[in-house]
């Protein structure tokens, strides 16, 4: 199983960037994905879950209202994002989950991660 995220680059703030998060490998459409990210010194932190079925999301506080997950098909996950700040700067991560419908915060519920993509907000 490959996570592939793409997508990421350098914007000013007040930008917006599409992530893009294409799993191969295996069928997910019974899985929940999510998104993460990690800031330079910083732990990784949870950044928007989707369940498998597209219909139910969640977001961290930072981003609600600026950040919007959705999926496609069973293998692909996006993360728009929108009037983004210096402080969304981060290598960004998708995740897939165990199987159990979660889509929330706990990074020990997600099995499968991607490489990371970098996301830089000049100020």
């Known amino acids: 199983v490959q996570l592939q995220a793409s997508g990421g680059g350098l914007v000013q703030a007040g930008g917006s960037l599409r992530l893009s998060c294409i799993a191969s490998?295996?069928?997910?459409?019974?899985?929940?994905m999510a998104w993460f990210r990690q800031a330079p010194g910083k732990e990784r932190e949870f950044v928007a879950g989707?369940?498998?079925?597209?219909?139910?999301t969640y977001y961290a506080d930072s981003v609600k209202g600026r950040f919007t997950i959705s999926r496609d098909n069973a293998n692909t996950v996006y993360l728009q994002m929108n009037s983004l700040k210096p402080e969304d700067t981060a290598v960004y991560y998708c995740?897939?989950?165990?199987?159990?419908?979660?889509?929330?915060?706990?990074?020990?519920?997600?099995?499968?991660w991607g490489q990371g993509t970098l996301v830089t907000v000049s100020s």
């Open positions: 989707i369940r498998w079925s597209g219909v139910n």
């Open positions: 995740a897939v989950e165990r199987g159990a419908s979660y889509f929330g915060p706990d990074m020990t519920r997600y099995e499968y």
């Open positions: 490998g295996r069928t997910f459409s019974s899985y929940s």
